[in-house]
């Protein structure tokens, strides 16, 4: 079954989502490796960034002091590294037949944003104009509640906000600081995790939620059987 799973994502932009720990990055890699394997060119996205301007908007978003910025300042930033990231990596390897697998995407932007206070359907709206039909064959949600997730990185969550206006999106980036990432309340955590949830509900691409509890291969299992059950 495997073979045939992983042929059919050539041409395909698979997208892997979740909230932070949940074990993205490990399905990525480990469905990476299987494709290569199997003989599939794949091209790996990060978003924000991927380009050389996406990657000069990512690093004003992480120098910038976010309790200064609006939460529609940082949307549209993450929306315009975002369009330079659909014309220059993605559209051409999808149309050269090749796996295209992004870590993040418009769902992080919904779940992230979204959690701060803007309109998840408002960021939809926003990135029809950004990225026009670019959207992904299939975004991946691995779901765990925030706590577990927070467990396996060994980050702490704060009752109480240090930064009460650092509620947008960088606690997704690898290169911020700590003290930002922990500065989040649990419950904006949680409302992230209920905002992925509810994203098959009114996100323009096919969503599928997987269970992320357990070993990595019992995720990566789930991960499999998705892909072999989506109508890609």
Not at 164 to 193: C, I, K, N, S, Y
């Amino acid at each position: 079954m495997s073979e045939k799973v992983f042929d059919r994502l050539r041409g395909k932009f698979i997208v892997f989502d979740g909230v932070d720990g949940a074990g993205k990055g490990a399905q990525l890699k480990r469905l990476e490796a299987n494709l290569e394997t199997h003989g599939i060119e794949v091209v790996r996205t990060r978003d924000p960034g991927g380009t050389v301007i996406g990657d000069r908007i990512r690093h004003v978003i992480l120098d910038y002091d976010l309790a200064e910025m609006d939460v529609r300042c940082e949307t549209f930033l993450f929306m315009a590294s975002r369009a330079q990231l659909a014309r220059d990596v993605i559209g051409p390897a999808v149309s050269e037949g090749k796996a295209c697998l992004g870590d993040r995407y418009v769902s992080a932007t919904c779940a992230y944003q979204g959690a701060a206070g803007y309109d998840p359907k408002r960021v939809v709206e926003l990135a029809q104009f950004a990225i026009g039909d670019t959207w992904p064959s299939l975004t991946i949600i691995i779901d765990m509640p925030p706590k577990e997730a927070f467990k396996r990185t060994g980050r702490k969550t704060n009752a109480q906000r240090k930064n009460a206006g650092a509620e947008g999106q960088t606690m997704l980036f690898h290169d911020a600081h700590t003290d930002a990432m922990e500065a989040r309340p649990l419950e904006f955590h949680q409302r992230v995790r209920e905002i992925f949830l509810e994203l098959p509900n009114f996100y323009p691409a096919p969503v599928v939620i997987v269970d992320g509890n357990g070993s990595e291969d019992d995720v990566e299992t789930r991960v499999t059987e998705a892909l072999a059950n989506a109508a890609l």
